[in-house]
């Protein structure tokens, strides 16, 4: 199976901080990069933030200086701190992997379910 498991959601105040953490199955190889994806309500799902296999990093500019990323020591899991948090920034974030499985030729993107971030003014 290939499976994402997210988590690390939840309620925060204006200004706090959360750390999602994704943990995908090792049925995932020859990952590419890992990211995480955020709906906001009322809007399409926009790239958060992601990271490279060589480590290199991307982010919304909109979370510049705020949001870091990371790759965990355990195979196939990715961090995303985020802090001083804005309400705009309520959503649900998922987790990408882009990689290779035996259950898709080629790479492929898989998704997990996504982890509800809710930021009260």
């Known amino acids: 199976q290939v499976q994402l498991v997210e988590s690390g959601g939840g309620l925060v105040q204006a200004g706090g901080s959360l750390r999602l953490s994704c943990a995908a199955s090792?049925?995932?190889?020859?990952?590419?990069?890992m990211g995480w994806y955020r709906r906001a309500p009322g809007k399409q799902r926009e790239l958060v933030a992601v990271?490279?296999?060589?480590?290199?990093?991307n982010y919304a500019d909109s979370v510049k200086g705020r949001f870091s990323i990371s790759r965990g020591n355990a195979e196939n899991t990715v961090f995303l701190q985020m802090n001083s948090l804005k309400p705009e920034e309520t959503g649900v974030y998922y987790c990408?992997?882009?990689?290779?499985?035996?259950?898709?030729?080629?790479?492929?993107?898989?998704w997990g379910q996504g982890t509800q971030v809710s930021v009260s003014s």
């Open positions: 990408n992997v882009q990689g290779v499985s035996a259950y898709r030729p080629g790479v492929a993107n898989y």
């Open positions: 090792r049925t995932i190889f020859s990952i590419n990069a």
């Open positions: 990271i490279a296999s060589d480590g290199g990093t």
